[in-house]
């Protein structure tokens, strides 16, 4: 349990210093320029999971730095038993987002790249964190200024396995989507 107080106060205290530095970069002139805080529901491979988001005001006109957390579930069968569990990891991303409107002010597409890494539990193995890097394609629709909804496709490579399953799998690699809200402050 102390493994998962360390993660969340690292990913908020990440996510408190993003938001400060970007508050004082540039300033946006319209509501779908501004700071963007959100939630999303995705999927890595076959690991199901939840989480939060933080996107800095762009600059350069088109570039964002985007911030992710998520709190993953990867189901596994441990060595020796005969029953899978559902083992929770954090997924924590940080990538530079490069946005083009489709529709001035109702449509984005965008693609994002940038590093991952894992905090994994140690019911699925003994390696502690796991660098990897990550590329995706997304839409952002804004029905309105001070929210959008976006859909993200894409990959993550991190060679993450799970040590100590019957049978040795890799998760959070591999094909990867992501659905969800963010609001523009």
């Keep these: ?9 690292a990913s908020v205290f990440s996510m408190v210093i993003l938001f400060c530095t970007s508050t004082y970069g540039q300033i946006a002139s319209t509501k779908s320029n501004a700071i963007a805080i959100g939630f999303h529901i995705n999927q890595f491979q076959n690991d199901f999971g ?18 992710r957390t998520s709190l993953m579930w990867n189901e596994f069968l441990p060595s020796g038993e005969n029953e899978t569990v559902w083992a929770s990891y954090a ?3 940080l990538g530079i987002l490069l946005r083009t409107p489709v529709i001035e002010n109702k449509i984005n597409v965008y693609s994002e790249g940038g590093a991952a890494i894992l905090f994994p539990n140690n019911k699925a193995t003994a390696r502690g964190n796991v660098i990897g890097g990550y590329g995706l394609f997304g839409f952002e629709f804004l029905p309105k200024d001070k ?5 993200e496709f ?22 990867l989507m992501s659905v ?5 402050f």
Excluded: C, D
């Design 1 to 9: 349990m102390k493994n998962w107080q360390t993660i969340l106060t």
């Design 50 to 67: 939840i989480g939060l988001n933080l996107t800095s005001p762009y600059f350069a006109k088109h570039l964002a730095i985007k911030l």
């Design 91 to 93: 997924n924590s991303q």
């Design 147 to 151: 929210f959008n909804y976006f859909v």
């Design 154 to 175: 894409g990959g993550i490579g991190t060679g993450a396995q799970t040590e100590k399953a019957e049978i040795i799998e890799v998760y959070s690699n591999g094909f």
């Design 180 to 184: 969800g809200m963010r609001f523009n």
